[in-house]
């Protein structure tokens, strides 16, 4: 499977922020949009967060021990993936509807998510996948989503904890990148890639091109480089 991230982030490397009031980052942000068609992906994937901005959340479901379940797939031909490790995304149908393209929804869970709240998935048509018992399992979900759902080339779109999980795992192949003139110096928003754990853990990139996209706007990319350093 081809993997990239392609991000939209502020000159100070933020992906969200009131840099986005800016008319110069609406512009890039218009680019980035067109870009998305130029790798072809099949399906787009979203953190927790991110995917909440979207549909929202609902904190009353209970998690279970970590138990076996069997994955539930609804073939489609363009899939939204959401990270939802406890199930607590508010899925209002198993379509993704945005920018007036629909795609099926496919919850990248763990083993922790009751029966209860799958059987509400189900009723719901939102196609679920098991990757871990308690977290995530990056490498899981990427063998699980090319072999049972067909996925060729997957759109990693943020934000920056599930930016950084994949590419520490070495499952990125390359990071797309419209860099917006603005920036707003916020502290407390999330840049490209974030990690809570410490470790010494370096990703090192090639440059394959960059261009100019907008009158004051970039489109960089670069290939990953495997390993750790």
């Known amino acids: 499977m081809f993997v990239v991230c392609h991000i939209l982030q ?25 870009l998305r068609s130029y790798y072809g992906c ?9 995917m909440a901005e979207f549909i929202g959340v609902n904190d009353h479901y209970e998690l279970d021990e970590a138990m076996e379940h069997e994955d539930y ?15 607590k995304l508010n899925y209002n149908s198993g379509k993704f509807i945005r920018r007036g393209n629909s795609s099926q929804i496919i919850a990248l869970l763990t083993k922790q998510v009751s029966e209860k709240r799958l059987s509400q998935l189900r009723e719901k048509g939102v196609s679920y996948i098991f990757a871990g018992d ?10 699980k989503l090319e072999k049972k759902c067909g996925i060729g080339k997957l759109m990693i779109a943020g934000g920056g904890y599930i930016d950084w999980a994949f590419l520490k795992e070495d499952l990125i192949d390359e990071i797309s990148l419209v860099i917006a003139p603005s920036a707003d110096a916020l502290s407390s928003t999330p840049s490209l890639f974030m990690k809570d754990e410490e470790d010494d853990v370096v990703k ?13 706007a970039l489109w960089l990319r670069y290939k990953v480089i495997r390993g750790e350093k």
């Open 73 to 87: 797939i609804i073939r489609d031909v363009s899939y939204t993936v959401a990270v939802d490790t406890k199930g």
């Open 42 to 50: 099949e399906a787009t994937l979203y953190g927790t967060n991110t």
């Open 204 to 216: 090192d990139f090639e440059l394959i091109s960059f261009e100019k996209v907008t009158e004051d």
């Open 134 to 143: 308690k977290e995530l399992d990056p490498k899981l979900a990427i063998e």
């Open 10 to 34: 502020s000159l100070d490397g933020k992906i969200t922020g009131s840099f986005f009031s800016s008319e110069k980052t609406m512009n890039a942000a218009g680019k980035y949009g067109q």
